[in-house]
């Protein structure tokens, strides 16, 4: 039976590694190779790079390039590779971009999200906005209270706890993230099922 079925060939699906994992994956990789990746060029190469194959494959160009240069490659180098594997660079992140990315799929303006207003969609936006900007762009707290319209830096602080309360326990803030980091690193992906309640 098992040879019939190789014979008409089977299909097996099979999930592509999550965040964690892929983070994992690079942490590992980076360590066997002995390469010194900051956390932020660990999060750019497993959040754009979606299967194991292509990390690895990246790892092994940076490996071979550090190697040949005989020291740490440097940040515009690793931008660069970054970029020649199909990635954008974290650098080209901006505060505007990551606004925008809230805006446009929580369906809040950014002028509320950067306003004064406190209805629970626009708060939730401006959290998660606030959260992605401390993620991705590593922003102060007194940084994120200028971004966001001259808030108090207390505001920020209290915006990015509890949108890392909710990720604790919250699967839909979850799937949230996992959809917007790639969008606000300007990658093309499904905008379904964005609309939380």
């Known amino acids: 039976p098992l040879l019939t079925r190789l014979q008409q060939g089977v299909f097996a699906g099979l999930k592509q590694p999550d965040l964690e994992l892929r983070s994992a994956f690079v942490r590992n990789r980076a360590k066997t190779r002995e390469l010194q990746f900051s956390d932020k060029q660990i999060l750019s190469l497993s959040i754009q790079f979606s299967s194991l194959r292509q990390l690895e494959g990246i790892i092994n160009q940076i490996a071979a390039l550090s190697f040949a240069q005989g020291k740490k490659i440097s940040d515009?180098?690793?931008e660069k590779m970054v970029r020649q594997s199909g990635g954008?660079?974290?650098s080209e992140v901006t505060s505007t971009r990551i606004i925008e990315v809230c805006s446009e799929n929580l369906e809040v303006s950014a002028t509320d999200i950067l306003g004064t207003k406190r209805s629970k969609e626009v708060s939730f936006a401006r959290q998660v906005a606030m959260y992605l900007c401390r993620d991705l762009l590593r922003s102060s707290y007194p940084e994120l209270g200028n971004i966001?319209?001259?808030?108090?830096h207390s505001t920020a602080i209290y915006s990015v706890k509890k949108i890392e309360q909710l990720l604790k326990v919250n699967k839909d803030t979850n799937n949230l993230?996992?959809?917007f980091k790639p969008q606000c690193l300007g990658l093309k992906v499904s905008t379904e099922s964005l609309k939380f309640g």
């Open 76 to 78: 515009n180098d690793f």
């Open 177 to 179: 993230f996992t959809r």
């Open 148 to 152: 966001f319209g001259g808030k108090d």
């Open 88 to 90: 954008i660079p974290l």
